[in-house]
């Protein structure tokens, strides 16, 4: 069982920026595609950005497109999502999510678009606000 936890959410200002990182214990998440999502009581839930276990694909919601980095290091078993130029509608509960099931590029951004990934952290919170 992947054990995630994210961190590095918090209160910051229109423009500024956060790193989330996204740890795990118990597995190799070098094995793993990692996600980041994110979901608000008044707009839903959304897909954010998502890595394959190589590093050698990423995928960004066009919401976040240019201000938003997804990375990962697996030597410290972490995915970081850099969060640039953050807006007030980038407030949300972020969660990182793993999964290991082999797929086609094509299918995994189905699996992410989805929500379909097998093993979920508890969230950080971000908030953006002046």
């Known amino acids: 069982q992947v054990q995630l936890v994210e961190s590095g959410g918090g209160l910051v200002q229109p423009g500024e920026s956060l790193r989330l990182s996204c740890a795990a214990s118990g597995v190799t998440l070098a094995y793993y595609t990692i996600a980041w999502f994110r979901q608000t009581p008044g707009k839903g839930r959304e897909a954010v950005s998502c890595?394959?276990?190589?590093?050698?694909?990423?995928f960004y919601a066009d919401s976040v497109k240019g201000r938003f980095t997804i990375s990962r290091d697996n030597a410290k078993n972490t995915v970081y999502l850099q969060m640039n130029s953050l807006k007030p509608e980038d407030t949300a509960v972020y969660y990182c999510?793993?999964?290991?099931?082999?797929?086609?590029?094509?299918?995994?951004?189905?699996?992410?678009?989805?929500?379909?990934?097998?093993?979920w952290g508890q969230g950080t919170q971000v908030t953006v606000a002046s």
């Open positions: 999510a793993a999964d290991s099931r082999p797929a086609t590029p094509r299918t995994l951004v189905l699996k992410w678009l989805s929500w379909d990934f097998g093993s």
């Open positions: 890595i394959t276990s190589s590093g050698g694909d990423t």
